[in-house]
């Protein structure tokens, strides 16, 4: 059963009169007679091989389905019966029985012919494209086809799409069954390979009366057509003049030649719009921005990368992340290498640092060498000596302990850094409290009466600065014995920068570590405000109350100016810290001591200091 002829049938209208148009004489798809000349020649290539089928002639009748459901069942039941009376079970050619049936070309034309041949359990062989459905086994026993299944050839034609990297592209089918299957298959096939259709045109068959010849018409797609323009995989843009042609001319290329072989190089060009590098082809619903063409289900776009990440090719569909030490250039198309971010020692900061703590260190040098060599005055001798030398030696320590800080971190400075400065600065704290308490115990043991005498003397102040010291040091062994500091690395925190950090294990010890210096200055503060109004001989809680509210407002500043900071301007924030507080300490109550001892030593003796501010 050939599909080869096609009538004219007027569509019936019944709001004009009957068309007069004669339908005797059919139309030829000149095409199809290929089909014809096929089964000729296979038919006599089998007849002529004795090898194929021995002492048996294979014939064959030639019927048109006329692309017509009617005609095909006639043409079909003419093939069975041989008569022109259709009678079931009533053969009268009984020597010329039909063996098996070959067609039709199209679904409907099969399935009309599989619907009388299944009848008669006649073979029917089918050599078109049609539905799986259309070969159901217990509908149709006798049904088979010689193509395969037309789920491979979707697969086959996604495989040829991203094999040239065409992923904007436009689907043309037949307005029928068939058709409306195909875009429900294919375009699923297509969203699941990340494949967009730039349009979908359903093609109608009509018949032009006037030049006897079938055309398909939609101007739709000469619309498309006539105002297409993109860029291929070349740069080249691609567009059509007024007149139909590819206004584009001609390039030269380079022909290689091997022995008995030739090669010649060939561009493929591309439907899709191309994402330039550092953006990234995006699928929205909200209409094509390109090319203004609306698209079934979605559209390409390109939109810039994420932050931290990259499209260093054409067409990339996603975006790639740079490595965590590398960070994505400002046209997002290149990672760079990140910066290491650390207080070393050549910087302008760690230099000025280091020579700040120095200087601080040779004035606490100059102070302490001042207190030994006048040892013997009044006013060193008022003071505590021994609570003195310890409390300048300290401070010494604690402007020498900044230097940890400067330098890219390791092992031995992330252990001693906070440490260190956490003890040092404790020692200096407790000096200060045993000299306030001794100041109020030795106001004290001048009232009548009084047993406090005993109190006052170097074991109560040793006493002191020991015992408060040694929780210091505790909370110290306990932070590094549980989860001591460690050098880390901070790949996250800053874009173009790689923070060396000393990572500090337990951040609640290292709060500990501050949370018990800012209770011992709170109470230096607390005990040396009450006794601000001693007599003049024991004025120096006056100087320790201005140097604790000096060393309490640089550390509560501290805090959140440390946690707003990173990498090494928050290095540079504790350093500060350390010499605000420790230089504070140092002025306060040393200064005017220092004044009298080298510019007014007239008043450095017992009757001046009992009459005077000290």
């Known amino acids: 059963?050939?599909?080869?002829?096609?009538?004219?049938?007027?569509?019936?209208?019944?709001?004009?009169?009957?068309?007069?148009?004669?339908?005797?004489t059919p139309l030829v798809v000149t095409k199809f007679y290929q089909h014809i000349l096929a089964l000729v020649f296979a038919v006599d290539e089998i007849n002529e091989n004795p090898r194929m089928l021995p002492n048996v002639s294979l014939g064959f009748h030639i019927y048109d389905s006329y692309y017509d459901s009617k005609m095909t069942y006639r043409n079909t039941l003419d093939l069975i019966f041989k008569s022109h009376h259709f009678v079931p079970n009533y053969r009268c050619g009984i020597h010329k029985n039909v063996i098996g049936v070959i067609g039709g070309l199209s679904s409907d034309t099969s399935w009309c012919m599989a619907n009388v041949l299944g009848l008669f359990k006649i073979p029917q062989i089918s050599y078109g494209l049609f539905e799986p459905a259309i070969n159901d086994?217990?509908?149709?026993?006798?049904?088979?086809?010689?193509?395969?299944?037309e789920d491979l050839q979707y697969r086959g034609i996604i495989l040829l799409l991203l094999h040239f990297g065409w992923k904007w592209v436009g689907l043309i089918t037949p307005a029928n069954e068939a058709g409306e299957r195909f875009l429900?298959?294919?375009?699923?096939?297509?969203?699941?390979?990340?494949?967009?259709?730039a349009f979908t045109e359903r093609v109608e068959f009509n018949i032009n009366y006037n030049s006897n010849k079938l055309e398909m018409i939609d101007k739709r797609l000469h619309s498309f057509l006539q105002r297409i323009s993109f860029n291929n995989s070349a740069e080249d843009e691609i567009t059509l003049n007024e007149n139909g042609e590819l206004?584009?001319?001609?390039?030269?290329?380079?022909?290689?030649?091997?022995?008995?072989?030739?090669?010649?190089?060939?561009?493929?060009?591309?439907?899709?719009?191309?994402?330039?590098?550092?953006?990234?082809?995006?699928?929205?619903?909200?209409?094509?921005?390109w090319h203004r063409v609306f698209t079934q289900f979605c559209c390409y776009d390109c939109d810039p990368c994420p932050e931290g990440m990259i499209s260093n090719e054409k067409d990339m569909e996603t975006c790639v992340s740079c490595p965590a030490d590398q960070y994505s250039n400002s046209g997002q198309y290149?990672?760079?290498?990140?910066?290491?971010?650390?207080?070393?020692?050549d910087e302008t900061?760690?230099?000025?640092?280091?020579?700040?703590?120095?200087?601080?260190?040779?004035?606490?040098?100059?102070?302490?060498?001042?207190?030994?060599?006048?040892?013997?005055?009044a006013i060193v001798k008022a003071n505590n000596r021994s609570l003195t030398y310890g409390l300048l030696i300290s401070l010494l320590l604690s402007f020498?302990?900044?230097?940890?800080?400067?330098?890219?971190?390791?092992?031995?400075?992330?252990?001693?850094?906070?440490?260190?400065?956490?003890?040092?600065?404790?020692?200096?704290?407790?000096?200060?409290l045993a000299k306030t308490v001794l100041v109020v115990l030795a106001f004290m043991a001048t009232k009548p009466g009084t047993n406090m005498r005993k109190w006052v003397g170097k074991e109560l102040a040793y006493s002191i600065v020991f015992s408060c010291s040694i929780v210091q040091v505790g909370i110290c062994v306990l932070w590094l014995a549980t989860s001591p500091p460690f050098p880390d690395v901070d790949m996250h925190s800053m874009t173009e920068e790689i923070i060396?950090?000393?990572?500090?294990?337990?951040?609640?010890?290292?709060?500990?570590?501050?949370?018990?210096?800012?209770?011992?200055?709170?109470?230096?503060?607390?005990?040396?405000?009450?006794?601000?109004?001693?007599?003049?001989?024991?004025?120096?809680?006056?100087?320790?109350?201005?140097?604790?509210?000096?060393?309490?407002?640089?550390?509560?500043?501290?805090?959140?100016?440390?946690?707003?900071?990173?990498?090494?301007?928050?290095v540079a924030v504790e350093i500060f810290s350390i010499f605000a507080s420790g230089a504070g300490l140092l002025a306060c109550i040393f200064t005017p001591k220092c004044y009298i001892i080298v510019v007014r030593p007239d008043l450095n003796n017992k009757e001046q200091l009992t009459q005077r501010k000290v």
Request: net charge positive; hydrophobic share 45%; aromatic share 14%.
């Open 400 to 432: 020498l302990s900044s230097v940890l800080f400067i330098g890219k971190p390791n092992k031995v400075t992330c252990l001693l850094r906070q440490t260190a400065f956490g003890i040092v600065f404790s020692v200096a704290l407790s000096s200060i």
């Open 137 to 149: 086994g217990t509908k149709f026993p006798s049904f088979y086809r010689m193509v395969p299944n």
């Open 334 to 345: 290149l990672c760079i290498p990140k910066i290491p971010n650390f207080l070393s020692f």
């Open 500 to 570: 060396f950090l000393c990572n500090e294990g337990s951040v609640l010890m290292f709060y500990c570590v501050l949370g018990y210096m800012g209770f011992l200055a709170t109470v230096s503060f607390t005990v040396a405000f009450l006794a601000r109004k001693l007599p003049d001989t024991f004025n120096e809680a006056k100087f320790i109350t201005f140097s604790m509210l000096v060393f309490c407002s640089v550390w509560l500043s501290f805090i959140p100016t440390y946690l707003s900071t990173r990498g090494k301007y928050m």
């Open 184 to 197: 429900q298959t294919i375009e699923k096939m297509f969203f699941r390979n990340g494949i967009c259709s």
């Open 1 to 24: 059963m050939a599909s080869h002829m096609y009538y004219i049938v007027p569509k019936v209208s019944f709001k004009k009169n009957p068309s007069r148009d004669s339908i005797d």
């Open 247 to 289: 206004a584009a001319g001609f390039d030269i290329t380079n022909l290689v030649t091997f022995p008995n072989r030739s090669y010649i190089r060939v561009k493929v060009g591309r439907l899709d719009p191309q994402a330039p590098p550092g953006k990234e082809l995006t699928i929205n619903e909200d209409g094509i921005k």
């Open 349 to 377: 900061l760690a230099i000025v640092s280091t020579s700040s703590a120095l200087l601080f260190s040779l004035i606490t040098i100059l102070v302490l060498g001042i207190f030994i060599k006048h040892c013997d005055t």
